[in-house]
Each structure stands twice: as C-alpha cells, then as structure tokens.
C-alpha cells in the first residue's frame, strides 16, 4: 500500500496520532504541474483517436472517394433515366432530354475534381432533390393533363 501511495502523484497520506487514535488525513492535489508548455497541450488538448500509417489512411481515403464516386455515377445515371421522360422541343427545337443530358454533363465536369468530402456531399443530396422534384413536377403535370382530356371528353 505504501509503495502505491509513493506512485501516485496526487495523493498524500499523512499519519497523525490524535488522543491515542490514528487519524488519516488526505490531500488531493489537482496535478503536480507542467513544467513545459508542450506537456500542457498533451494533457488538455485532444489527441486523435489512432494514428495511422500512410498505407492506411491511403485506403481510407480511397474508400471515401469510391463510395462517393459510386454515389455520383449512380446519380449520373438516374439522371440520364430520367430524361427519357422529356420528349418535347424547345422553343430551338432540340429536345429538353438532350438540353438536360448535355446540362448534367457540364455540372459533372466542373465538379469532377472536387476533393472536399463536404462539397461533393451537398453536390450529390443537391443533385438527388432535383432529379426528385423535376420527376415529381413532370407526373404532376402528367395528371392534370390526363384529367384535362378527361373533363374535355366527358363535356362532349
């Protein structure tokens, strides 16, 4: 016990004999102090959680980059599905799904190079809700073309 108490750096025991009783007084001390300001940073700034060899991190960020790259092939993708929808001409007569295609194209280019995980994320959830309203917009206008023709062809 005494060899633990002579390892611990903050604690003290003293011993003191009070009216023929053994008293046992202890001192907590919040730490014996730093003596530079490099082991200050060591004791109080966070450290990272493991480090890593460079092979290591290497395949993480492949990783990342792969399952990111996946993402945006696999919305490149839907979006060339979804222009199948747009069958009409514009008012230069070309095709909306090739303007769309062509568009979706140059905004893949300019962001093919992004290496910042945070960019390419807002990217791809920004692309993802697009392709989702424009869908959404297009089977709305769908419907009420279709009850259209149904309210003209009943009114016959």
């Known amino acids: 016990m005494i060899a633990y108490v002579r390892n611990c750096r903050n604690l003290t025991i003293r011993l003191k004999l009070v009216s023929g009783s053994d008293v046992v007084f202890i001192q907590r001390f919040l730490h014996n102090g730093p003596d530079t300001v490099e082991e200050i940073l060591d004791r109080h700034v966070v450290k990272k959680e493991k480090s890593l060899n460079d092979e290591e991190e290497e395949l993480l960020t492949r990783r990342r980059l792969t399952s990111t790259r996946r993402e945006a092939l696999g919305l490149y993708r839907d979006i060339l599905r979804a222009t199948r929808f747009f069958m009409w001409a514009d008012s230069r007569g070309v095709l909306w799904r090739d303007v769309l295609r062509d568009n979706a194209r140059k905004e893949f280019e300019e962001a093919r190079f992004e290496k910042d995980p945070e960019v390419v994320t807002r990217l791809l959830i920004g692309g993802r809700d697009a392709v989702q309203s424009a869908?959404?917009?297009?089977?709305?206008?769908?419907?009420?073309?279709?009850?259209?023709?149904?309210?003209?062809?009943?009114?016959?």
């Open 135 to 156: 869908l959404e917009k297009l089977a709305e206008k769908q419907r009420q073309q279709i009850e259209k023709e149904r309210g003209g062809g009943d009114g016959r």
